[in-house]
């Protein structure tokens, strides 16, 4: 009998949970639109169903205005060429150009029993009045862009069950001069809505500045209590590991509940995880909302949630609901949760702030994002990719920069998969909100440093951001704005009261670059530089000790090039040594952000480019080598000079020529594999300063019986050891070991040639393989120049359904095989396939070595895919992959 029961209330839950489940779903399609200027009627007579939708376009939600007239082919794909500048910018036209009705007919009846039915807006930008069935439904104003919104509209609903919905949008106001300035003229930031729409030094204007239903619709049914923002605090006392057993953690949890009765309703609110409740019984007075918290749970040997490299990313899938007393269930929220806890800590040796995950250090090697899609084009997928792109680059932190957004939750979502912590500015810029003075600003600086206009409304947004993504365990820290901090009536509600008690867990800082995080030893503005280096200078040159910004080049391939410049203008850049700029380029890759100072000569070591395709293939030479020597010489530092580095940046939300691991069709280039070799969790590396070698241990664990291998390799493949030790490092920690600066100056005199590190375990298992390669005694790469060709065996294996293993071989009669790019390419068109997952990629290998990659990547195209392989001095194979028998 106890069994059946236990069967039966399985079974209601089941139930109850499916019901909820369904009753929540997303208005994602079948949206119609018209501009005002062609719609004149009232927004009561378009929301009526009986209103003619005839000649009215098809709409793109969640979209933008721009999205909806690319869609319909009323303009050219702006990230192509000089398309951009087809399109009419919304300054010179008006506002009204570019406001537009959206209109959806849904079915829906008015329920009974008092049950509710919500209407959520995930956002809009940047104003709206929104009409249901003939009726206004926003009685006060709707605007800024990071504002949800949700509506009862049970009343509303048509008897019929037929409904619809009208929305009409209002761009930004101001929209901003787009006049070249980072932001334009500055005055975007006078609304609460992203900065860069008005144009910035690494994308043009968008010329709509993204107006529309830009985020998720929904549609929720409830009994007559709703419940929203549930809250989950996780703290993790005590220094912990990943392994083992572990003491218990605490859980707080707490929910927003509303009463939208006429009655009052007694019930309870329960927290369920892995078959464990906590509940507590509440009354709730008629037409009311109130805040909910229940007593602690007391988690017993939780699993952790760990950054990437560090441990595994271990979540939990929880139920927050309201039953209501003999009624049943009135509404629930599914939540996933990580256990850890976020703390900081001061380093006096390094005069900055040290992030702590579970009581362990961390030192950051971050990335800087600006955000997926400038024209707000996200998904699911699209999130996943980017975000996998930064944990295989071995990066545990992502920098949300100001001039965009609070990412969304589907962001935050693969971050708390792929164990990235998220550093989140609020939408503040040091360009636009006047940290200094600009001429190409419309206003004073000391008038800009009072924006936005409306202070009450960029706090009002803050606040519900903050609700929305606080239960993210990747979420690690709030910020003001980038490079400034908000004005001081903002910056104190903000730091003292909003984050205080609405999150209470996470360290606040006033702006990106700012002392508290981050102490002004050396002077200058605590971040960059941000253009190509010798690499002494990442080894050598020290920068801020928690620096937020820092970076260098990113330009894709040929075929990434050819996905967005036309065929006349792929014309090679030309190098100009004694003048300022020393670089020009054709206006179409200047409009896509190859600026003036390009590779600053650096490929011409390699030799003067000779064609198109033999500058990509030399500048992704020149990528792979200037981020693993920065990620190498912060690390060389870790906890004496630094306790972190975000590069600047590590994606484009367009189709930029610089600051990108990847472009944005998500091909990565050879910047994504000299980063991940360089901040690989155990590596070796030698000085490009005094060649002395090193390791790194980003791992908690300590490691011993290490050996060290140095051994040089001649342009004929030839090979000579310079050097075994027998050695082993600290947790946490860069070691020092010794320098062969006189043996490779003596090797590398003539020709130059490639030195290789293997450290290794006492089993002879390779832990880390880093090959360098050394130009000769004048600087030059003389003996790349006139390489052998190295004919590479080269074999394929399907492992699973989207999975292959490539193996590259080669012979020990052959010189060395420089660096070759692997690709999975669509035999049909031949053209990439993308996005793709490479265990590693632009691999060199030695005589008599071989070389592993794991790949994976989409196999739903009934087309067949071919492997790619072609290299320096290895010419182009093409592989059929073979079918899973």
Not at 79 to 89: K, L, R, S, V
Not at 319 to 330: D, L, T
Not at 862 to 882: C, F, Y
């Amino acid at each position: 009998m106890k069994k059946n029961s236990l069967i039966v209330a399985f079974l209601s839950l089941l139930c109850a949970t499916g019901l909820f489940a369904q009753n929540r779903y997303e208005l994602n399609s079948d949206w119609k639109c018209r501009s005002i200027k062609e719609e004149k009627a009232s927004g009561e007579d378009i929301s009526s169903p009986s209103y003619t939708l005839s000649g009215w376009n098809n709409a793109v939600v969640p979209g933008t205005v721009l999205t909806t007239m690319l869609a319909n082919k009323e303009i050219p794909d702006p990230f192509y060429g000089m398309n951009n500048e087809q399109i009419p910018d919304i300054y010179k036209t008006g506002r009204d150009y570019y406001t537009y009705w959206f209109v959806k007919n849904f079915k829906g009846e008015q329920p009974e029993n008092g049950n509710q039915v919500w209407l959520k807006f995930r956002g809009i930008n940047y104003s709206c009045r929104i009409y249901l069935n003939g009726k206004l439904v926003n009685k006060e104003p709707y605007e800024g862009m990071y504002l949800r919104k949700s509506f009862n509209i049970t009343k509303l609903l048509s008897k019929t069950g037929d409904n619809r919905l009208a929305v009409i949008v209002f761009p930004p106001d101001p929209v901003g001069n787009p006049n070249g300035g980072q932001g334009g003229d500055g005055t975007i930031a006078r609304g609460v809505s992203h900065q860069y729409v008005a144009g910035w030094d690494w994308i043009r204007p968008i010329r709509d500045r993204n107006t529309g239903i830009w985020d998720k619709v929904y549609i929720e049914k409830t009994g007559c209590v709703n419940l929203s923002d549930p809250h989950i605090i996780t703290q993790v006392p005590g220094k912990r590991t990943p392994e083992g057993k572990q003491s218990e953690a605490l859980i707080k949890v707490s929910t927003e509940v509303e009463n939208a009765s006429d009655n009052v309703v007694s019930g309870v609110v329960k927290f369920s995880v892995e078959g464990n409740v906590i509940s507590k019984e509440v009354t709730l007075d008629p037409n009311s909302k109130q805040t909910v918290s229940l007593p602690v749970y007391k988690m017993q040997n939780p699993r952790l949630w760990w950054p990437s490299g560090y441990g595994e990313q271990n979540l939990y899938k929880s139920e927050i609901s309201f039953e209501e007393n003999n009624k049943g269930i009135s509404d629930s929220e599914s939540v996933q949760f990580g256990v850890r806890e976020i703390q900081t800590q001061w380093n006096p040796i390094t005069s900055s702030r040290e992030i702590h995950v579970n009581g362990q250090k961390i030192f950051i090697k971050g990335g800087n994002w600006i955000i997926s899609d400038a024209m707000l084009r996200f998904t699911p997928e699209r999130y996943d990719a980017e975000i996998r792109y930064h944990r295989d680059m071995n990066l545990n932190l992502i920098r949300i920069w100001g001039g965009a957004l609070v990412e969304r939750p589907e962001f935050y979502e693969a971050c708390d998969r792929y164990g990235m912590l998220v550093f989140q500015d609020f939408w503040m810029s040091g360009d636009c909100n006047g940290r200094w003075l600009d001429p190409l600003k419309k206003e004073d600086q000391w008038i800009r440093r009072n924006y936005p206009d409306n202070h009450s409304l960029f706090l009002e947004c803050a606040a519900d951001m903050v609700k929305m993504v606080r239960n993210h365990p990747s979420l690690a820290i709030w910020c003001g704005g980038n490079e400034i901090a908000p004005p001081d009536d903002i910056l104190t509600v903000l730091r003292d009261s909003i984050i205080t008690k609405l999150d209470g867990t996470r360290m606040f800082f006033d702006f990106s670059n700012t002392e508290r995080m981050s102490l002004n030893t050396i002077g200058g503005n605590g971040d960059g530089p941000y253009s190509i280096q010798p690499l002494s200078v990442f080894w050598n040159h020290r920068t801020w000790p928690f620096n937020s910004e820092v970076g260098s080049v990113g330009v894709g391939d040929y075929e990434s090039l050819k996905r967005f410049i036309p065929e006349k203008n792929m014309v090679l850049p030309v190098y100009h040594p004694n003048e300022k700029p020393n670089e020009t380029a054709d206006s179409v890759w200047t409009y896509h952000t190859y600026t003036g100072v390009g590779y600053e000569g650096f490929l011409e070591p390699y030799g003067t480019p000779s064609d198109i395709k033999d500058f990509c293939m030399k500048a992704q030479l020149v990528n792979y080598d200037q981020y693993r020597g920065l990620m190498e010489g912060f690390s060389s530092h870790m906890w004496n000079w630094y306790t972190g580095v975000i590069i600047w940046k590590t994606q484009n939300p367009w189709t930029a020529m610089r600051g990108q691991m990847y472009d944005y069709y998500l091909d990565p280039n050879a910047c994504l594999f000299g980063l991940r070799n360089g901040s690989e969790k155990l590596h070796a590396m030698c000085s490009p300063v005094d060649g002395t070698l090193m390791l790194v241990n980003n791992g908690f664990k300590a490691c011993d019986n290490l050996t060290l291998t140095a051994t040089w390799f001649d342009m004929d493949g030839k090979s000579s050891e310079i050097t075994q030790q027998s050695t082993s490092i600290d947790a946490s920690s860069s070691k020092k070991l010794f320098s062969i600066k006189k043996e490779l100056d003596a090797l590398a005199k003539e020709k130059g040639g490639f030195l290789r590190l293997q450290l290794m375990d006492e089993s002879k298992q390779v832990l880390s393989e880093n090959i360098y390669w050394l130009a000769d005694g004048t600087g030059k790469y003389s003996g790349l120049s006139r390489m052998n060709k190295a004919k590479l065996k080269v074999s394929v294996k399907p492992l699973k359904a989207g999975k292959v293993e490539v193996t590259l071989s080669n012979p020990a009669s052959n010189p060395v095989a420089f660096f070759n790019r692997v690709s999975v390419i669509d035999k049909k068109t031949g053209e990439r396939v993308l996005p793709v997952f490479y265990s590693d990629n632009y691999c060199t290998i030695v005589p008599g070595g071989e070389k592993k990659i794991e790949i994976e990547c989409n196999t739903s195209s009934k087309s067949r895919q071919v492997i790619t392989v072609a290299g320096w001095n290895v010419e182009l194979q093409e592989i059929i992959i073979p079918k899973i028998k």
